[in-house]
């Protein structure tokens, strides 16, 4: 099962697709290490995540009780606080670190609102790269305002030998965001295909199964159905910085229980995590994120091979980019069936006065997660 620990709601980024930064937890209440501790072992892809992670103080101490836990311990950064990761990674090289870049200095420094941003998250890189980390890279949200630059910022990644993972604007709880839309879906979902012949021509396998990872993102785009059914909650699932345990980031009717009252075992045998689960097996929303994605994939057999759909995929398809062939892109995806989205401007937060007060005494998931329904479509 992959794990995602929301550690914290406070974010020093500005972002225009993820409203976190506008609602920042009073770190009193947020999720403590000894409740962490509670976590048993055995997790896939436990990620620490946020809000931004570096700021918290006790993170070095929430690394220690969850790196072995999981098979793979990642840490989702905005970058801008390197010097709190070089110690962590001179102690755990094999941490899986993660820092979201949006573009070019200037497209990055706008989307997130960061002034300096690029520029500290490159330093940031090359001193965990000295540091020694073994699993480094980026992560980009594809939108109207950065596709053009996402082949550039993969062989960017490339050059410098480190990862780029990707995802596409999304309304979730975890963003407090439901107005994500994109402005041009097709001209969007076209330009994804680049990246995609880019990756399947990478003598990297795992370059390979990300480019279908990148096919399902094509299709969050444009609105189509998840190429993979959901397998939220059983899989995979979230603790919000309350110690809330939700089966997705996304639906806020999904939650399983309190890890902070509560064992793991109970909240996960209990009958909110059962009702979950079947809101799960119906749900229609076409999200595709990493985490739900990446564990759908997943043969049931064997966790650690692909399933036969995405592997046959992936076989073809690097076949034919090594032979100099062409991917049919229209046989997998149907580009004359597109609904319109509804235009909703987004906005730059750079060198804005943006101010984030701390709302205290939210007591309920209602009170934390005002906007309700999430939806994609
Ligand atoms: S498909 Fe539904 S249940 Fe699964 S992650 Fe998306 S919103 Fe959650």
């Known amino acids: 099962m992959d794990l995602t620990v929301i550690s914290t709601y406070r974010c020093n980024s500005r972002c225009q697709m993820c409203y976190i930064w506008k609602n920042p937890t009073d770190q009193k209440e947020e999720v403590s290490v000894e409740t962490l501790a509670k976590l048993p072992g055995g997790f896939d892809n436990l990620n620490v995540s946020g809000g931004e992670p570096t700021l918290r103080r006790d993170l070095a101490d929430i690394i220690d009780v969850l790196y072995p836990k999981a098979r793979i311990l990642e840490i989702s950064s905005n970058g801008l606080h390197p010097e709190k990761l070089v110690p962590i990674i001179k102690k755990y090289p094999k941490i899986k670190v993660r820092f979201s870049v949006e573009g070019d200095e200037a497209t990055n420094n706008a989307i997130r609102g960061e002034k300096d941003g690029y520029a500290t998250k490159m330093a940031g890189m090359r001193a965990l790269q000295?540091?020694?980390?073994?699993?480094?890279?980026?992560?980009?949200?594809?939108?109207?305002?950065?596709?053009?630059?996402?082949?550039?910022?993969?062989?960017?990644?490339?050059?410098?030998?480190?990862?780029?993972?990707?995802?596409?604007?999304?309304?979730?709880?975890?963003?407090?965001?439901n107005d994500n839309y994109f402005y041009d879906r097709k001209t969007v979902a076209r330009k994804v295909e680049g990246l995609i012949t880019s990756q399947?021509?990478?003598?990297?396998?795992?370059?390979?199964?990300?480019?279908?990872?990148?096919?399902?993102?094509?299709?969050?785009?444009?609105?189509?159905?998840?190429?993979?059914?959901?397998?939220?909650?059983?899989?995979?699932?979230?603790?919000?910085?309350?110690?809330?345990?939700?089966?997705?980031?996304?639906?806020?009717?999904?939650?399983?229980?309190n890890l902070a009252r509560q064992s793991w075992a109970d909240i996960m045998a209990s009958p909110e995590a059962q009702i979950a689960r079947q809101k799960v097996h119906a749900c229609k929303q076409n999200c595709w994120m990493v985490t739900t994605a990446r564990t759908a994939m997943r043969s049931n057999i064997i966790p650690q091979l692909p399933k036969m759909g995405p592997l046959m995929w992936v076989l073809q398809n690097k076949l034919k980019v090594s032979m100099g062939g062409h991917i049919a892109f229209d046989r997998y995806i149907d580009y004359s069936h597109v609904e319109p989205t509804p235009h909703v401007q987004r906005t730059s937060f750079l060198g804005q006065k943006a101010k984030a007060p701390l709302v205290r005494g939210r007591n309920t998931p209602e009170t934390r997660y005002p906007l309700k329904s999430f939806e994609n479509n």
């Not at 990644?157 to 965001?177: C, D, I, P």
């Not at 990478?202 to 969050?220: H, V």
């Open 130 to 177: 000295e540091a020694g980390g073994e699993d480094l890279g980026f992560a980009f949200v594809i939108q109207d305002e950065n596709v053009d630059q996402l082949v550039r910022v993969y062989e960017m990644a490339r050059q410098m030998g480190v990862e780029l993972s990707t995802s596409t604007l999304h309304n979730a709880w975890q963003f407090y965001k």
């Open 200 to 257: 399947l021509s990478s003598k990297q396998p795992k370059n390979w199964f990300r480019a279908y990872l990148n096919l399902g993102l094509i299709e969050k785009i444009l609105g189509h159905e998840r190429l993979i059914t959901c397998t939220a909650g059983s899989d995979f699932a979230f603790i919000d910085p309350w110690s809330d345990v939700w089966s997705c980031n996304v639906r806020s009717d999904l939650l399983m229980g």
